[in-house]
């Protein structure tokens, strides 16, 4: 069935629920659920041992669950069936590991042919690919001698080759410099609404600029699901900068807590960080750079500070920290 007519009969690409799984008495997932929008770039978050990589073996059928039910593509996952979903999918592990003896081209050719990709087809994606991830002057060269870098890269062009309908990538560019992770993500971005991405990452900043949606998990248990947009609204810190004279820096602070909309002041150097009450920040904006003025001060920056995932993710974690739990 062309992947269109399947877009359309099946709303979601992966549905988890109430997934669980130990190891020994060590519970590596309990009562997970979360489901992954077709077309969408989501976002899999957490810290190192949340679970991440167990959850997404599970999902490709690596290891069996304890509990809970998985669907992929719209099809039940059943532990030691083969699934047809299979043909529509493709994972890249967070360490990519070739024959070290065959060169790059040879492995690129190695999943064309897996996949039976017409061989011009394939060729026509290869050059393209090669050209795009920096490989072309190692092709002919054997991935053994490769960086882990360059394997990253390469893993990546292994799994675009196929044009996949949904990509499974575990942490896909954690071993990339910045100009590298920029091209993956550039790539990623524009997969959005032809392809489903699912991918773990520790490197938020990323997962910022591409996810439309994140799942967040810890020690785990699901913390969090929801749209960035509105994950970021939700945990947004309603906090101004504010930049003046260093001789008025204490004066200033004095005059910022008498404004009631204001709930903490913090100072650095000579810049003041005023967090809002919740929903307070254009009330407390008004009033605030007025009263500096009207008191003598000299305000030479007044900008929002805009939260940005990263500080989204740690107010996540600490408000679902257990009760007597130290950082």
Known sequence: MPAGERNKIRGYAIEVSGLSKSFGSQAALSEVHFRVQRGSVHGFLGPNGAGKTTAIKIILGLIAADSGQVKVLGEPLIFGRRHNYLQYLNYLPQDPVFPEGLTGK????????????????SRLRMDRLLEHFDLQAAANRRVGVYSRGMQQ??????????????????EPVSALDPD??????DIINRLKGRATVFFSSHILADVERV?????????????LDAETSDLLARYAIEQYIITVNPEHLNRAAGLIRQNRHVRQVNSHFNQLFVASEPGQSSAMAEKLLAD????GITVTEFMPNRTNLE???????????PAGQTK
Do not use: M, Q, W
């Open 292 to 295: 500096l003025v009207r008191g």
């Open 211 to 223: 996810c439309d949606h994140v799942t967040i998990i810890n020690s785990g248990r699901k913390l």
């Open 180 to 185: 590298g992770r920029r091209k993956v993500l």
């Open 106 to 121: 040879e492995v690129l050719f190695l999943v064309a042919d897996v996949y039976r990709i017409d061989r011009h087809k």
């Open 153 to 170: 890269r390469l893993g990546l062009a292994a799994v675009l080759l196929t044009e996949p309908e949904l990509l499974i990538l575990d």
């Open 311 to 321: 500080a989204a993710f740690f107010r996540v974690v600490e408000e679902h920290r």
